[in-house]
């Protein structure tokens, strides 16, 4: 069993930062990834920041190079997303996911989290 819990969402002005932080609890294996995306409304869920777990190896949404930085504490099965410089369009419903094996990283994730509201108010 796979549980994903995400923490760490809020409402900053833009320009802020916020920090979301991502612990899987896995019975069986460590994730061969884990990532973030985020949900606007109803729309398809857009991938943010992917990583594989371990070794590194990192992967950003063009919209958020620059401004957000993935990381990992492996031993823990967590990731954070270190968001800077936010604006408005960052808005949004961040999930994280985590994916068992390689074959369908970086962006193809199996589990889902509950989601963190983010919210940029101008």
């Known amino acids: 069993q796979v549980q994903l819990m995400e923490s760490g969402g809020g409402s900053v002005q833009v320009g802020g930062s916020l920090t979301l932080s991502c612990a899987a609890s896995?019975?069986?294996?460590?994730?061969?990834?884990m990532g973030w995306f985020r949900q606007y409304s109803a729309d398809e869920r857009e991938r943010v920041a992917s990583?594989?777990?371990?070794?590194?190896?990192?992967y950003y949404a063009d919209s958020v190079k620059g401004r957000f930085t993935i990381s990992q504490d492996p031993a823990k099965n967590t990731i954070h997303l270190q968001m800077n410089n936010l604006l408005v369009e960052d808005t949004a419903k961040y999930y994280c996911?985590?994916?068992?094996?390689?074959?369908?990283?970086?962006?193809?994730?199996?589990?889902w989290g509950k989601g963190t509201q983010v919210t940029i108010s101008s």
């Open positions: 996911g985590a994916a068992l094996y390689g074959t369908t990283c970086p962006w193809d994730m199996n589990y």
């Open positions: 896995i019975d069986t294996r460590r994730p061969y990834c």
């Open positions: 990583i594989y777990m371990g070794y590194g190896g990192e």
